[in-house]
């Protein structure tokens, strides 16, 4: 590895799931500028189209496949399209996640006389939790399932799963959310384990607090001033602010360039600004 290299990622396929979403469609379009293909898979194909779109405007090679990551048949049909369209795997990034409000109690804590209009832990929801668990753990499985059979043996082969800061330490109110995450980071290390001797490694990136326009409104008031839940996280990330997208590139960089880290294989990086390092005091 010489230290002036740029990342070339020329000739690579690059399949990335939730490829619409805020992250991966920042990332998509920072990972198209390496000369790779980026195979943008998502549910919403509307979304993940005009990411594609936006970066073939920018002389950038992708396509948008509709892909649903919790049904084989679904990702089976991708994986043959994407072959068609690019070549096979090289590099997955496993995007597609989230959290359900079914899953997500009111209260912070449990007291003995909260109002009776509180959705405490007991009020919650099993299709919310199932929704949670599936989407994050099982809809980062079966797309491994599906796209690392092309990978063995590939130089350079990897894949980088997206965990979260609350796989360390749960956060409040999203008991389901931070289960799965947690159960991410856990499979991440399975993985790098499971595929050492057939050369793909396997990491994750934990994202902390990012501002992203779907979470600004939650997180600032009309006045542009933190809300009492933002302030009590500022409080807690010891860097004192949130993250930018733009922030989480280095990490994933670092972890699909096997220039850089051929010899990194199950890590959970985290990307917080110290939040999962700091005990509160
Ligand atoms: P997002 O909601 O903007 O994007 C998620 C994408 O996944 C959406 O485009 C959605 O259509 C797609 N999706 C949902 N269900 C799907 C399915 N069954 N099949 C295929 N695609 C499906 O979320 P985001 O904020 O960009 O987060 C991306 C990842 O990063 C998630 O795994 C999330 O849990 C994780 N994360 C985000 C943050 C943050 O601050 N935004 C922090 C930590 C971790």
Same mark, same amino acid.
Request: with cysteine; aromatic share 4%; glycine share 12%.
């Given at each position: 590895m010489t230290i002036e290299k740029k990342h070339n990622f020329k000739n690579k396929t690059i399949v990335i799931t939730g490829a619409g979403g805020v992250l991966c469609a920042f990332l998509a379009k920072s990972l198209a500028k390496t000369q790779a293909k980026i195979a943008l898979l998502d549910i919403n194909f509307d979304a993940a189209n005009q990411v594609a779109q936006e970066i073939e405007q920018e002389g950038g090679i992708a396509k948008a496949y509709q892909t649903n990551v919790l049904e084989l048949n679904s990702l089976q049909q991708t994986r043959n399209a994407i072959e068609q369209d690019f /070549? =096979?795997?090289d590099i997955l990034i496993n995007g597609a996640g989230g959290n359900n409000p079914k899953a997500t =109690?009111?209260?912070?804590f449990h007291q003995l *006389?909260?109002? *009776?209009n509180t959705k405490s832990f007991f009020e919650l929801d099993k299709s919310g939790i199932e929704f949670v668990f599936n989407l994050n753990y099982l809809g980062t499985l079966l797309p491994t399932q599906v796209f690392a059979k092309d990978m063995? /043996?590939?130089?350079g082969a990897n894949i980088v799963n997206i965990s979260s800061m609350n796989a360390f330490t749960p956060l409040t109110k999203i008991p389901a959310y931070s289960g799965a995450k947690a159960a991410i980071s856990n499979f991440t290390q399975w993985l790098a384990v499971y595929f050492s001797k057939v050369g793909i490694r396997c990491n994750a990136i934990a994202p902390g607090f990012l501002v992203s326009n779907q979470n600004r409104a939650l997180l600032f008031d009309e006045n542009g001033q933190p809300t009492a839940r933002a302030n009590k996280i500022l409080t807690n990330t010891p860097m004192g602010r949130f993250g930018e997208p733009e922030e989480l590139l280095g990490a994933l960089l670092f972890l699909i360039d096997s220039e850089y880290?051929?010899? %990194?294989?199950g890590v959970v990086l985290? %990307? *917080? /600004?110290g939040f999962s390092a700091y005990s509160g005091v």
């Open positions: /070549g =096979t795997c =109690t009111d209260n912070e *006389d909260l109002s *009776d063995m /043996g590939k130089q880290s051929s010899f %990194v294989n985290p %990307v *917080d /600004g």
